[in-house]
């Protein structure tokens, strides 16, 4: 009985514990924000230069009251997502054909990784100039900056599927349909879905580079407004709106990993 209750009592200890560690960020943020507000009163910097963040949460109530925070990221986002789920895709297609196929690769590996040593920052000015200042380069810029990481991934994920498991399946009589979706997926998510954990944060990235270049709405370009007019607490205003997406992405493509790699621990 003495021992039920000593599991017990430690149990609820761990979990107070855990709960604390959850909320040390927290902690440190708070403080670090006061810290900043201390400092920047404390020095008498400019607004322009330094805004303190009562006063960048000032500004980012006004933009939700006047809707234009809220305008302009639901263009970034429709972006982000867009060419997260073009990028992932090819990246996926092309990633798998690499993986079965080594002829393939040798033919494609040299042309893949040419492409990726010219930064995207120049790229970007081309393709707005072909495609135009509207959503769909912003687009592509963003599947060009997800496509590398995920198309690794893809490739490294199938290739770890051990190949004891194939000769498994195919004494089983299985179909090659069986055999991806019964084994080479579930074998390969884990690394899949980090591939997909990156690109989901870089597709903000490329959004946004995108609309550095030419656009007339997103947050890119109310970056650059904010920065031309000197209203430094929007564009913090708007850089922590773009920090929030990736978070916010990223938890659910966490998300999306527990609920589908549940069954390794259960």
Same mark, same amino acid.
């Not at 639901?74 to 895709?89: K, P, Q």
């Not at 959503?135 to 997800?146: E, P, T, Y």
């Not at 299985?174 to 954990?197: H, R, S, T, Y």
């Not at 990223?250 to 259960?266: D, I, P, Q």
């Given at each position: #009985? ?10 609820? =200890? ?13 902690? +440190? ?17 400019? @607004? !322009? ?5 009562? %006063?960048?949460?000032?500004?980012? $109530? ?28 090819? +990246? ?20 893949? %990784? ?40 893809? %490739?490294?994920?199938?290739? $770890? ?7 498994? #399946?195919?004494?089983?009589?299985? +179909? ?10 579930? *074998? *390969? #998510?884990?690394? @899949? ?13 490329? *959004?946004?580079?995108?609309? !550095? ?27 922590? $709106?773009? %920090?929030? #997406?990736? =978070? ?6 966490? $998300? ?5 790699? +549940?069954?390794?621990?259960?």
């Amino acid at each position: #009985m003495w021992v039920l209750i000593w599991n017990r009592s430690e149990r609820k =200890l761990t979990k107070r514990a855990d709960r604390l560690i959850s909320l040390l960020p927290l902690l +440190a943020l708070g403080i670090a924000l006061l810290i900043w507000e201390g400092a920047v009163r404390w020095s008498e910097i400019p @607004l !322009f230069i330094l805004p303190p963040p009562s %006063v960048i949460s000032e500004r980012l $109530t006004r933009a939700l009251i006047d809707g234009s925070l809220l305008r302009h990221t639901l263009v970034t986002l429709s972006e982000v997502l867009a060419g997260l789920a073009l990028g992932a895709l090819i +990246a996926s297609l092309l990633g798998y054909g690499l993986a079965k196929s080594s002829t393939l690769e040798r033919v494609l590996s040299p042309y893949i %990784v040419a492409s990726q040593s010219i930064p995207i920052v120049a790229v970007a000015p081309l393709l707005v100039i072909w495609f135009g200042p509207g959503q769909i380069s912003k687009v592509l810029i963003s599947a060009l900056i997800v496509f590398f990481p995920v198309l690794i991934n893809t %490739v490294v994920g199938f290739r $770890t599927v051990p190949s004891e498991l194939y000769d498994l #399946m195919r004494s089983l009589r299985a +179909a090659k349909a069986q055999i991806f979706w019964k084994l080479e997926v579930p *074998a *390969a #998510m884990p690394v @899949l879905l980090g591939g997909l954990k990156i690109g989901a944060t870089l597709a903000v990235i490329g *959004a946004v580079v995108g609309e !550095f270049v030419g656009a007339d709405r997103g947050l890119g370009f109310l970056i650059n407004l904010a920065d031309g007019l000197y209203d430094t607490p929007l564009v913090f205003v708007a850089v922590i $709106t773009l %920090v929030a #997406m990736a =978070l916010s992405l990223y938890g659910v493509v966490a $998300t999306l990993e527990r609920r589908l790699l +549940a069954w390794r621990t259960g």
